[in-house]
């Protein structure tokens, strides 16, 4: 729909989680590398419909966390599920699940049964990409039609909460051993995109993929965004906030710099277009 603004990346968090953080802390790990520190943001879904509301966005994508221990995930998808329910017109939601976990398929069907649209942010926070454990469900994701969305970070340059030891060689692995499932990758691919410049094979294995926003005013330079429409199309690039980390307007300045050189198609595309096409 011409006009729309849809954010693809934000997080909300059950009531429970945020009421006591330190409780889920201590048996999640990866929760604790992020969000031990009670200054890091978090946000329910009345809070994210209420930012939407100030930032003029018409439709955001809600996610979970992928949680090592079952009754978390569970809590946590059914917490969207729910807010998906309330807000059909406002939320889409995406289930998560640890994809190691021997729980994680069957959570996963569990919550797209829910009426969930898609799995995500799935994410190895400190590992590489297990392939493995991601390809019964990137199967279901295919299956399903639906999008997956995947935590990815560049490989090299600062340490920070939330970066993983992930390389580019394991995330193209992945990418071409799974070229039905609809990849969504968080945080502009960890700069995969830049290899779509390369003469052979690249672009054509990138065809099924699609990159988010999501932190980029944190990690790149403007012209990163003109760079990904440059080379993968602005149907392929999707605005992600990563909220309540940043908010949309930090991206909105962004987006509409000189610097990042968009056309106003390419702005319409990336700031709603491409994703009401992915998920409508």
Same mark, same amino acid.
């Given at each position: 729909m011409? +006009? @729309?603004?849809?954010?693809?990346h934000t997080h909300v968090f059950p009531p429970e989680v945020m009421a006591d953080r330190q409780r889920f802390c201590k048996a999640e790990p990866a929760f604790a590398s992020i969000y031990s520190d009670p200054a890091a943001p978090m946000v329910d879904a009345p809070g994210l419909i209420a930012a939407m509301d100030q930032a003029r966005v018409d439709l955001s994508w809600a996610v979970g966390f992928p949680w090592q221990q079952a009754e978390h995930a569970r809590l946590h998808n059914d917490y969207v599920a729910a807010a998906v329910k309330e807000h059909p017109w406002r939320l889409r939601g995406l289930a998560c699940v640890h994809p190691p976990a021997a729980w994680a398929l069957a959570e996963a069907q569990r919550a797209l049964g829910l009426g969930l649209h898609g799995l995500g942010e799935l994410a190895f926070y400190d590992q590489d990409l297990d392939l493995a454990s991601l390809a019964p469900l990137c199967g279901l994701a295919a299956e399903a039609g639906a999008p997956l969305l995947l935590h990815t970070n560049e490989p090299v340059g600062r340490v920070y909460p939330g970066k993983a030891p992930m390389t580019l060689a394991r995330l193209y692995a992945l990418i071409k051993a799974h070229s039905a499932t609809r990849l969504v990758l968080a945080h502009m691919g960890g700069g995969i995109f830049f290899y779509a410049a390369l003469k052979k094979e690249v672009r054509a #294995? %990138?065809?099924n993929v699609w990159l988010d926003t999501a932190a980029a005013p944190f990690l790149y330079r403007p012209r990163a965004y003109g760079l990904a429409v440059e080379l993968m199309g602005a149907d392929r690039v999707l605005l992600g906030s990563d909220y309540p980390l940043l908010p949309v307007e930090r991206y909105r300045k962004? !987006?509409?710099s000189a610097e990042a050189g968009l056309s106003p198609?390419? !702005?319409? @595309?990336? %700031? +709603? +277009?491409? #994703?009401?096409?992915? %998920?409508p």
């Open positions: 011409p +006009g @729309m603004i849809i954010d693809v #294995a %990138l065809a962004e !987006l509409t198609a390419d !702005l319409d @595309m990336v %700031l +709603g +277009g491409a #994703a009401a096409r992915l %998920l």
